[in-house]
C-alpha cells in the first residue's frame, strides 16, 4: 500500500468532458508532483506544488490544470482534453522539493485515463 | 541536456542469476540516485537510494556508484520471476526541483 492516495484508478471521459483526479499524501511531505506516463515510457513532469509554489512544464497544454487546496492535497483538473491524453497519471510526493539531497519520490498508485 | 541512459532491453536471465542494470548520467555535479521498479500497468516503487560512491545493499539488492565514471548500476541477486519488471533509473540533477530525470527504463525478464 501507498501513502500516496489517488482517485479515481481508472477514468472513461469524452473530450467535451471536465473531471478531477485527486492526490494526497500523509506523510508531511512538502512537495507535490503530477507525471503523466504513456506506456513503455519513463514519467514526465508536468507540475510541482511546493512551499506554496506551483511550478509548471511550459510545454503543458492549458487544459490540464493543477489546483492545490492545502500542503498535503493536490488535483488535477481536466477539460477538453483529446485522445492523445489517455495515460497514467501519477501523483507524487517528497519529504522536501527535488533539488533538495536525499529526496525520492513516493508514487501514488496512478489514474489509468482513456480519453474517447 | 541533461540525461539519463539506460539500456532498454530486454534483460532475460534464468532464476536464480544475477540480474545487472546499468546507468549513465550526463551531470556530474549529480548527488542523489534512485532505483524504481515497475510493473506492467502499476506506478514507480523505490526500490533503492545512493548518494555517496561505492556500495548499498539493501536484502538482495545492490546499488553501486561510481561519480567519477558517472554510472550507477543495480544489481539483483537471486533473481525471482516476481523481480520480472522495467527498472528506471532516476538522477536527481542540481538545481530547480523538475530536474529529477529518468531513464527510459530496462525490462528484465527472470525465467523459471
Known amino acids: 500500500d501507498t501513502e500516496v492516495t489517488q482517485t479515481p484508478k481508472h477514468l472513461v471521459m469524452g473530450m467535451t468532458n471536465k473531471k478531477s483526479l485527486k492526490c494526497e499524501q500523509h506523510m508531511g511531505h512538502r512537495a507535490m508532483y503530477w507525471y503523466k506516463q504513456k506506456a513503455k515510457k519513463p514519467p514526465e513532469l508536468m507540475f510541482v506544488y511546493s512551499y506554496e509554489k506551483l511550478s509548471i512544464n511550459e510545454s503543458v497544454p492549458s487544459r490540464f490544470s493543477p489546483e492545490c487546496p492545502n500542503s498535503s492535497l493536490l488535483n488535477l483538473h481536466l477539460h477538453a482534453l483529446q485522445p492523445e491524453d489517455s495515460a497514467l497519471y501519477l501523483c507524487?510526493?517528497?519529504?522536501?522539493?527535488?533539488?533538495?539531497?536525499?529526496?525520492?519520490?513516493?508514487f501514488g498508485n496512478g489514474t489509468r485515463l482513456t480519453v474517447t | 541536456q541533461k540525461e539519463v541512459e539506460q539500456n532498454s532491453g530486454p534483460l532475460s536471465v534464468p532464476e536464480g542469476a544475477i540480474a545487472s542494470l546499468n546507468c549513465t548520467y550526463s551531470d556530474r555535479g549529480s548527488q542523489s540516485f534512485f532505483w524504481y521498479r515497475q510493473y506492467s500497468g502499476k506506478s514507480p516503487e523505490l526500490i533503492m537510494s545512493i548518494y555517496s560512491n561505492g556500495d548499498k545493499e539493501d536484502g538482495r539488492f545492490t546499488a553501486q556508484l561510481n561519480k567519477a565514471s558517472q554510472y550507477v548500476s543495480l544489481l539483483i541477486r537471486d533473481s525471482q520471476p516476481s523481480d520480472s519488471a522495467t527498472y528506471l533509473c532516476a538522477v536527481n540533477f542540481p538545481g530547480s526541483a523538475r530536474q529529477l530525470t529518468f531513464g527510459s527504463g530496462t525490462q528484465l525478464t527472470v525465467l523459471p
Open positions: 507524487a510526493s517528497s519529504q522536501n522539493p527535488l533539488g533538495s539531497y536525499n529526496s525520492p519520490l513516493h
